[in-house]
Antibody, heavy 121, light 106 residues
């Protein structure tokens, strides 16, 4: 049974770098699946950040204005998210999720447990 | 970006009720909408994909419909475990976007 476990620092100061990792256990992602990052804040609801597959094909939400970087380490079956520099507006619960292809479009069928990241001076 | 607008924002209902939540897209997304349920402190859980397809393990009292810009999520007979927040999400184009959520309360 595939599971996603995520970890990373939960308290940051403005201008620092947010760094989160999502580990996949139980199996590797298929070639058509992506690891996607999503965040949830009271003010902006659920926001899609970006996604990457095992081949390194990556897509970002332009709203993060190039501050986000998503990467994959296939040897460790891990995906990572970095956001820099952070501001208070980046305070949110961050989720990793598996994005699977159903027919011709994707859905998020498996989620990590979520990590609360707070940005405060 | 495609805007997804859900209504209502909150809904009060009773056990056994039939409830419908609607989601409207700012442009046609054919049938590329997914629905999620989220309980407090938990990650969202996929219920319906591609407008009307039930995710494995999801009870059959959940159903989805619609196409183009207007979509619905229906729960045929509310159970105690169904009181949660529900979100629609479009997978038609990047960046993917979500509705603002519908909180279903007793």
């Amino acid at each position: 049974q595939v599971q996603l476990q995520q970890w990373g620092a939960g308290l940051l100061k403005p201008s620092e770098t947010l760094s989160l990792t999502c580990g996949v256990s139980g199996a590797s992602f298929s070639s058509t699946a992506y690891c996607t990052w999503i965040r949830q804040s009271p003010g902006k609801g659920l926001e899609w950040i970006g996604k990457i597959n095992n081949s390194g094909s990556v897509h970002y939400n332009p709203s993060l204005k190039s501050r986000a970087t998503i990467s994959v380490d296939t040897s460790k079956n891990q995906f990572s998210l970095k956001v820099t520099p952070v501001t208070a507006a980046d305070t949110a619960v961050y989720f990793c999720a598996r994005e699977v292809l159903r027919g011709v479009r994707f859905s998020f069928d498996l989620w990590g447990q979520g990590t609360l990241v707070t940005v405060s001076s | 970006d495609i805007q997804m607008t859900q209504s209502p924002s909150s809904l009060s209902a009773s056990i056994g009720d039939r409830v419908t939540i609607t989601c409207r897209a700012s442009q046609s997304i054919t049938r590329y909408v997914n629905w999620y349920q989220q309980k407090p402190g938990k990650a969202p859980n996929l219920l319906i994909y591609a407008a009307s397809n039930l995710q494995g393990g999801v009870p059959s009292r959940f159903s989805g419909g619609g196409s183009g810009t207007d979509f619905t999520l229906t729960i045929s007979s509310l159970q105690p475990e169904d009181f949660a927040t529900y979100y629609c999400q479009q997978s038609y184009s990047i960046p993917y976007t979500f509705g603002q959520g519908t909180k279903l309360e007793i």
